[in-house]
């Protein structure tokens, strides 16, 4: 499963190694998108991690994927809930999100709100032409963490990835910034 697909990257990637994918995402510009890259390689879906994932059944899963999504969906109880109704015992979680030390310095240090909070914080993207504001959620470490095991999950394993020399390339100045503190954090977990 991918879930909040975008334009299908990933589910790409996981299909031609294999695997039968279920992608979705609430944006119904980016289920067309993914489903012009994907054609018959998956089945792409619109609905709403925010809500039950009705159409999908207990245990027919062995991998949930979810990259840089899970920031714009309030409820991580149901999130982890749902994950975990629909993935086999012993599948595996996957998911990223912004850093919450990053979202600190840019949102909480600046004088906007309280790092324990979970608070709504709107992001201004400005690479597709008139600039876009997205509302996000931003959490503290230990109400991300906390919830995952609260779902039962067992956390394996926690990356805070730094940007490769082909990233230095494109853009050394942001390279310098994320080679010194992270953007992005990546947690892996299982059901056990
Ligand atoms: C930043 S994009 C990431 C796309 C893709 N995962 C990637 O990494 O290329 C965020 C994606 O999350 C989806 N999304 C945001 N809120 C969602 C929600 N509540 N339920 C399902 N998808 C959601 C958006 O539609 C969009 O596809």
């Known amino acids: 499963m991918d879930a909040g697909c975008g334009p299908g ?15 979705f995402a609430v944006s119904e510009k980016m289920v067309r998108l993914a489903r012009e890259r994907l054609g018959t ?11 039950p994932l009705d159409f999908l ?4 899963f062995e991998f949930v994927l979810s990259a840089l ?24 979680l996957v998911f990223s999100v912004e850093h919450p030390c990053s979202t600190f310095v840019h949102r909480v240090y600046r004088g906007a709100g309280n790092y324990f909070e979970t608070q ?12 876009v504001t997205m509302p996000a959620y931003r959490r503290s470490l230990g109400a991300m963490i906390n919830t995952l095991i609260k779902a ?3 956390l394996e394993r926690i990356l805070e990835p730094a940007p490769t ?11 310098e910034k994320l080679s010194r503190m992270p953007g992005l954090l990546c947690l892996r977990a299982v059901k056990r």
């Open 152 to 154: 039962s999950f067992v």
């Open 69 to 92: 999504a899970m920031d714009y969906v309030s409820d991580w109880d149901r999130v982890f809930g749902e994950c975990r109704r629909v993935l086999r015992q012993g599948g595996r």
């Open 9 to 23: 990257a990933y589910a790409e990637w996981l299909a031609d190694r294999g695997a039968e994918v279920v992608a």
């Open 57 to 60: 059944e207990d245990e027919s």
């Open 165 to 175: 020399e082909r990233f230095r390339e494109a853009d050394p100045e942001e390279y």
């Open 41 to 51: 390689k998956a089945s792409v879906l619109q609905a709403d991690f925010d809500l």
């Open 120 to 131: 709504i914080v709107n992001t201004e993207f400005t690479g597709f032409g008139e600039p």
